[in-house]
């Protein structure tokens, strides 16, 4: 018993070792552009970026349409598909999706011609980039299944792998030295590239498993299509209310606000997110192991439960001695590292890191959950979060701004938190949470 569970926590360390080194690499990287772009082009320009940011995660959750999780499911059927059917079967559920999107997109534009966003080129942006990360996440997960859990921890995230997330870097580098006026507009494109640029390096690596020839009971693109449908609409649904609950605070705040105070809660949300990143991490690694587990048995073995249990518990710190710095750096430090609007940012940084605190002390099983076909669980949590969410932003927001959206951010992810986490206990025998 404790041979197998020392074995469990050896193979989630090394997975998380490499899953580390990518996301500090991702992090330091977009941490220092996205400081340099709110002080180089300043709160508003960086505020309407932030807005078009996550109409492209929304968007994509639409266009992709769960077969990044999907390919779990059909690739390990007695009938398993090849690599290159799941990817041409993606890529084109991806695409006829998608053009339903550019067509709601193009009339919202002519229905609204005076708006800020009415610009043709915000429509033909926000396509490419939403393009680009589905199916930089359907390869991620190729690679995952196909390669291995610590390569695949470089690639996953919502269009935030490691690959994905030097781009800013560049663009600004680029600007500075040739004197080069940038907006909103050119950090979007920035953004697009950059997820195209992952989707190039991953065919790369899957190269080998893409000239393989299909074994003859292999299923064909037109069935693995049919099953993606299937799963992908309880799935979709699923990561929508996951979406909506982390998002609608930036929505409601971009219609009730001044794009002013948007850039600023914008820059304080941009790092509170990443705080969930190091349990994020233990997720994505014991997944495929946790799947396996439960289709084979019923449940997570006591021996992987106690290695997640133990690697959160070590994430949870960390994120607390992150949220302890931000409250205790000197404020002409702060400003000398990241400018005045980080100064007025670091108060809301700090609340919402408490939020977060609050919400990983009761795990990250979701992940686990929908990849093991359990995904009306999410819902069911992520619903009960959107609603509060919405409450508490609408009663919050109009009177008291940023700090109503994160009053309402943190209300809707704590709830959801706490429901998954008893979905996981009733449903997989999963004690993912630390209080106990």
């Given at each position: 018993?404790?041979?197998?569970?020392?074995?469990?926590?050896?193979?989630?360390?090394?997975?998380?070792?490499?899953?580390?080194?990518?996301?500090?690499?991702?992090?330091?990287?977009?941490?220092?552009?996205?400081?340099?772009?709110?002080?180089?082009?300043?709160?508003?320009?960086y505020g309407d970026?932030?807005?078009?940011?996550?109409?492209?995660?929304?968007?994509?959750?639409?266009?992709?349409?769960?077969?990044?999780?999907?390919?779990?499911?059909?690739?390990?059927?007695?009938?398993?598909a090849t690599v290159?059917?799941?990817?041409?079967?993606?890529?084109?559920?991806?695409?006829?999706?998608?053009?339903?999107?550019?067509?709601?997109?193009?009339?919202?534009?002519?229905?609204?011609?005076?708006?800020?966003?009415?610009?043709?080129?915000?429509?033909?942006?926000?396509?490419?980039?939403?393009?680009?990360?589905?199916?930089?996440?359907?390869?991620?997960?190729?690679?995952?299944?196909?390669?291995?859990?610590?390569?695949?921890?470089?690639?996953?995230?919502?269009?935030?792998?490691?690959?994905?997330?030097?781009?800013?870097?560049?663009?600004?580098?680029?600007?500075?030295?040739?004197?080069?006026?940038?907006?909103?507009?050119?950090?979007?494109?920035?953004?697009?590239?950059?997820?195209?640029?992952?989707?190039?390096?991953?065919?790369?690596?899957?190269?080998?498993?893409?000239?393989?020839?299909?074994?003859?009971?292999?299923?064909?693109?037109?069935?693995?299509?049919?099953?993606?449908?299937?799963?992908?609409?309880?799935?979709?649904?699923?990561?929508?209310?996951?979406?909506?609950?982390?998002?609608?605070?930036?929505?409601?705040?971009?219609?009730?606000?001044?794009?002013?105070?948007?850039?600023?809660?914008?820059?304080?949300?941009?790092?509170?997110?990443?705080?969930?990143?190091?349990?994020?991490?233990?997720?994505?690694?014991?997944?495929?192991?946790?799947?396996?587990?439960?289709?084979?048995?019923?449940?997570?073995?006591?021996?992987?439960?106690?290695?997640?249990?133990?690697?959160?518990?070590?994430?949870?710190?960390?994120?607390?001695?992150?949220?302890?710095?931000?409250?205790?750096?000197?404020?002409?430090?702060?400003?000398?590292?990241?400018?005045?609007?980080?100064?007025?940012?670091?108060?809301?940084?700090?609340?919402?890191?408490?939020?977060?605190?609050?919400?990983?002390?009761?795990?990250?099983?979701?992940?686990?959950?929908?990849?093991?076909?359990?995904?009306?669980?999410?819902?069911?949590?992520?619903?009960?979060?959107?609603?509060?969410?919405?409450?508490?932003?609408?009663?919050?927001?109009?009177?008291?701004?940023?700090?109503?959206?994160?009053?309402?951010y943190s209300t809707?992810?704590?709830?959801?938190?706490?429901?998954?986490?008893?979905?996981?206990?009733?449903?997989?025998?999963?004690?993912?949470?630390?209080?106990?």
């Amino acid at each position: 018993m404790a041979e197998a569970a020392g074995q469990a926590q050896r193979q989630l360390d090394r997975a998380l070792g490499h899953a580390g080194l990518a996301r500090i690499g991702s992090v330091i990287a977009v941490a220092g552009a996205h400081l340099l772009a709110v002080r180089a082009l300043g709160p508003a320009v960086y505020g309407d970026f932030v807005f078009a940011e996550s109409l492209v995660f929304a968007l994509n959750l639409l266009a992709i349409f769960g077969s990044h999780v999907s390919v779990f499911a059909i690739g390990s059927r007695e009938q398993p598909a090849t690599v290159g059917t799941l990817l041409t079967a993606a890529a084109s559920l991806i695409g006829g999706l998608l053009l339903a999107e550019v067509l709601v997109l193009g009339l919202v534009q002519q229905l609204f011609p005076d708006s800020r966003y009415a610009d043709p080129a915000w429509l033909w942006l926000i396509t490419a980039a939403i393009a680009g990360m589905s199916l930089y996440r359907v390869i991620a997960e190729l690679i995952r299944i196909e390669i291995g859990v610590a390569l695949a921890n470089y690639f996953s995230g919502r269009g935030n792998g490691f690959v994905a997330s030097v781009w800013l870097l560049p663009l600004l580098a680029l600007a500075l030295a040739t004197g080069m006026q940038l907006d909103a507009l050119d950090l979007l494109a920035g953004f697009a590239i950059a997820q195209w640029l992952g989707v190039a390096i991953g065919l790369a690596l899957l190269l080998p498993a893409l000239r393989q020839p299909p074994p003859a009971e292999a299923l064909g693109r037109k069935p693995v299509i049919t099953e993606m449908w299937r799963r992908g609409r309880s799935i979709t649904v699923t990561q929508i209310a996951q979406l909506t609950v982390v998002s609608l605070d930036v929505w409601l705040l971009a219609v009730l606000a001044p794009a002013y105070a948007l850039g600023v809660y914008g820059l304080a949300k941009r790092f509170a997110s990443w705080l969930i990143v190091p349990v994020g991490l233990v997720g994505q690694s014991a997944l495929k192991r946790a799947v396996a587990e439960f289709r084979a048995a019923g449940r997570v073995s006591a021996e992987l439960e106690t290695a997640f249990r133990r690697s959160v518990l070590r994430s949870w710190w960390l994120v607390a001695l992150l949220v302890m710095i931000a409250a205790l750096l000197p404020a002409t430090w702060l400003q000398t590292i990241a400018g005045p609007t980080a100064v007025l940012a670091r108060p809301l940084f700090v609340a919402l890191g408490l939020g977060q605190l609050l919400r990983l002390a009761f795990g990250n099983g979701g992940v686990i959950l929908s990849a093991a076909g359990l995904e009306a669980e999410n819902l069911r949590a992520y619903l009960v979060g959107n609603v509060a969410a919405l409450v508490a932003a609408l009663a919050i927001i109009p009177f008291a701004g940023a700090w109503g959206a994160m009053a309402a951010y943190s209300t809707g992810t704590v709830v959801a938190a706490v429901l998954v986490s008893r979905a996981c206990q009733r449903r997989m025998d999963f004690r993912c949470d630390l209080l106990r």
